[in-house]
């Protein structure tokens, strides 16, 4: 999971373009932030990007903890499931191609979150795209139907959004984008971006360990 020259190049003229970062803006948070400007190109994500307290600490231990995932489409389920397989190997669920009846006031994606959400409530939730399946899911939430280990929200709403609001609002660990821009590949980006990190800390720790192990056989 290490950086390519372009990406690293890339990243640093990112550094270069925002003047100061934002307060209480953590050096995990910014990771995750400078990401979504790479894919995006777009510096206004600096400040639409929210983080809830622990989030990404919270989002990270049901990574290693190989959490399910849950994602409302297919586009996101394609981008993560390679870097997965690299790493901690989550089971990745798609909503919208689960087999599921449609009602004429849901989508593929609202209808396959309602079933899946029955059997993973603890999941990883990641609604990027679907306005419909962000709903659904803010329902499932008040209803307390799902306690998600981490929600991640970026669909682009143009009518104001209650439901993403009240996500903002909750005791739910969340990363939102607090504004009508989203989309799939802001999710992708920050899920990305999380799993780098958290893998990142997974082998300093695990050569943290060894480390200890040799020094205390060499003592014997």
Same mark, same amino acid.
């Given at each position: 999971m290490?950086?390519?020259f372009?990406e ?5 003229i990112?550094d270069?373009?925002?003047?100061e970062?934002?307060d209480g803006?953590?050096?995990?948070q ?7 400007i790479?894919q ?7 400040? &639409? ?5 622990g989030?990404?600490?919270k989002g990270?231990?049901?990574l290693?903890?190989v959490?399910?995932i849950?994602?409302d489409?297919p586009?996101i389920?394609?981008s993560?499931?390679?870097k &997965?397989?690299k790493?901690?190997?989550n089971?990745v669920?798609?909503c919208?191609?689960i087999?599921?009846e449609?009602?004429?006031?849901a989508?593929?994606a609202?209808s396959?979150?309602?079933m ?6 603890n ?7 679907d ?11 008040r209803n307390?139907i799902?306690?998600?280990s981490?929600a ?5 709403i143009f009518?104001e959004?209650?439901?993403k609001?009240?996500?903002?609002n909750s005791?739910i660990?969340? !990363?939102?984008?607090?504004?009508p821009k989203?989309?799939?590949n !802001?999710?992708?980006a920050?899920f ?5 990190l ?10 943290e360990?060894s ?8 003592q014997?």
């Open positions: 290490n950086l390519h372009t690293a190049s890339s990243l640093a990112i270069r373009q925002i003047n970062r934002e803006v953590s050096p995990a910014y990771e995750i932030i400078r990401q979504v790479y995006t190109a777009d510096l206004e994500y600096q400040s &639409l990007l929210k983080f809830s307290d989030a990404l600490a990270a231990a049901a290693t903890a959490t399910p849950i994602v489409v586009e389920q394609v993560i499931v390679p &997965l397989q790493t901690f190997g089971s669920y798609c919208a191609t087999r599921t449609v009602s004429n006031q989508t593929k609202s396959g979150l309602k899946l959400a029955g059997k993973y409530p999941s990883i939730f990641i609604i990027g795209q306005q419909t399946a962000m709903s659904t899911m803010e329902d499932l939430l307390k799902i306690e998600p981490l991640i929200a970026t669909p682009p009518t959004s209650t439901a609001q009240r996500l903002l005791h660990p969340h !990363i939102c984008v607090n504004s989203g989309g799939s !802001i999710a992708s920050i990305t971006g999380l799993i780098r958290t893998w990142q800390a997974y082998c300093q720790d695990r050569l360990v480390k200890q192990a040799t020094a205390t056989e060499e014997k």
